[in-house]
Each structure stands twice: as structure tokens, then as C-alpha cells.
């Protein structure tokens, strides 16, 4: 069992800079692929980045490609997201995920493991 807890959200005006934290319990933390899913509201649910359980391969989804970084400390269980540059576009709730299985591209939000609770992240024009 793996209990995910994101912190970080906010409300920032466009162009700034936030970093959302996801703690993971649990002693297999890098067992995990770890993930980065938003919703914005009325949308569904969709993948935003995603990095394998040594900290490489790191993948975006094209629209925060360039200003989206995703990071894990596997001494601290904990998988971040550096989000500069941001945009009216990127209001969400985000939340980490954590997968045994890295995959190849997006992920498939129907086949994560755990999920945390969301942050809430609001971009102002």
C-alpha cells in the first residue's frame, strides 16, 4: 500500500512559477514509477509527466514540454513538479500518481496503482 500526500498548489498570476511536492509512504518508493496527472474543470482527467522509479526517462506531455520538470528523491520518497512559465491553460487539481509500471508515453489513468488527493493549482491572466 502506498499512500500519496501533494502539496504545493496555489493561486499565481501567468508567467510565474510553482513546485508541487507528492510524499510517499512506504519503504518500495523506488519500486514506483511516479506521475503527474491535472484536471481542469469540466475536462477530464489527463497525463502530464511521468519519470521511471531511478529518476530517468522522464516524459511530458507536449503542451508543458519545456517548462514542466519532473524530479524524485528516492532517500526522501518524494516526486516533484517545477512548473514555470505558467498559463490560464494549466488551472487544474493535480495529482501524483504512483505506478509499478513505467510506461512508454502517456499514461493510461485507468491503469495507475495510487492516486493522491490533488492540489489545486489556479493560473490568473
Known amino acids: 500500500q502506498v499512500t500519496l500526500v501533494e502539496s504545493g498548489g496555489g493561486l499565481v498570476q501567468a508567467g510565474a512559477s510553482l513546485r508541487l511536492s507528492c510524499a510517499a509512504s512506504?519503504?518500495?518508493?523506488?519500486?514506483?514509477?511516479m506521475g503527474w496527472f491535472r484536471q481542469a474543470p469540466g475536462k477530464e482527467r489527463e497525463f502530464v509527466a511521468g519519470?521511471?522509479?531511478?529518476?530517468?526517462?522522464?516524459y511530458y506531455t507536449d503542451s508543458v514540454k519545456g517548462r514542466f520538470t519532473i524530479s524524485r528523491d528516492n532517500a526522501k520518497n518524494t516526486v516533484s513538479l517545477q512548473m514555470n512559465s505558467l498559463k490560464p491553460e494549466d488551472t487544474a487539481v493535480y495529482y501524483c500518481?504512483?505506478?509499478?509500471?513505467?510506461?512508454?508515453?502517456?499514461?493510461?489513468?485507468?491503469?495507475?496503482?495510487?492516486w493522491g488527493q490533488g492540489t489545486s493549482v489556479t493560473v490568473s491572466s
Open positions: 519519470i521511471s522509479g531511478t529518476g530517468t526517462r522522464p
Open positions: 512506504g519503504r518500495t518508493f523506488g519500486a514506483y514509477a
Open positions: 500518481a504512483a505506478n509499478r509500471l513505467m510506461y512508454t508515453g502517456a499514461w493510461p489513468q485507468s491503469r495507475i496503482d495510487y
